[in-house]
């Protein structure tokens, strides 16, 4: 509960805090879509390679925007109020590689309700 707040107090913060940006342009700026593109900033960050070719996973336009669904979905869960690390780690190789040529991000958002027990809503 405390890493939800502090993640929405820090969305909040830079919607608010950003003098460069006018009202009606943080207005525009959806909390779950920024989410979002953090999500999948962070992920870039790790440079998850594919396969035995340690080709740069990133470079792969389907599995990129794989990675931006599974993102969009995580960030979907916890804005919800589930209790779900919005962000992707090294250690969710497994369960992301699963996930990333799912069809939609409401696929993956029930696969990852179904597949992880301890979600739930705080």
Not at 38 to 49: A, G, I, M, P, R
Not at 79 to 97: K, N, W
């Amino acid at each position: 509960m405390r890493h939800q707040l502090f993640i929405l107090s820090l969305v909040g913060c830079l919607l608010g805090c950003n003098e460069q940006t006018d009202k009606v342009e943080q207005d525009k700026i959806d909390p779950v879509l920024q989410l979002t593109h953090w999500c999948f900033e962070h992920w870039k960050d790790q440079q998850w390679t594919m396969g035995e070719s340690d080709l740069l996973a990133v470079d792969n336009l389907a599995f990129s925007e794989g990675i931006r669904k599974v993102c969009r979905a995580r960030a979907e869960l916890y804005a919800e109020g589930y209790e779900i690390y919005p962000f992707i780690t090294d250690t969710m190789q497994r369960e992301i590689y699963a996930l990333v040529f799912s069809a939609d991000i409401e696929d993956i958002k029930s696969h990852l309700k179904q597949h992880l027990p301890k979600l739930k809503r705080i």
